[in-house]
């Protein structure tokens, strides 16, 4: 799994979309400002990937992410 993660959010109730992810942070900044620059209002931001270990498995849980 790549460590940071470029995701577009959306101004109504939607999660957010993964659009591209990356192994390098100033890749997936790079990308970020580009897609926000092409897709006027856009709302790109970059996220980094955190994994947890509880209780001897691993979790994720995507609907964390909060967009405001």
Known sequence: MKKY???KGYKVAFK???V???DHLEDAQQFCDL??????GGNYA???HH???LDG???RNPDLIEFK
């Open 5 to 7: 993660a470029v995701l």
């Open 16 to 18: 957010p979309d993964v």
């Open 20 to 22: 591209e992810e990356f």
């Open 35 to 40: 897609m926000n620059k092409i897709h006027e």
């Open 46 to 48: 970059v996220f980094e």
């Open 51 to 53: 994994e947890y270990k």
């Open 57 to 59: 498995a691993y979790a």
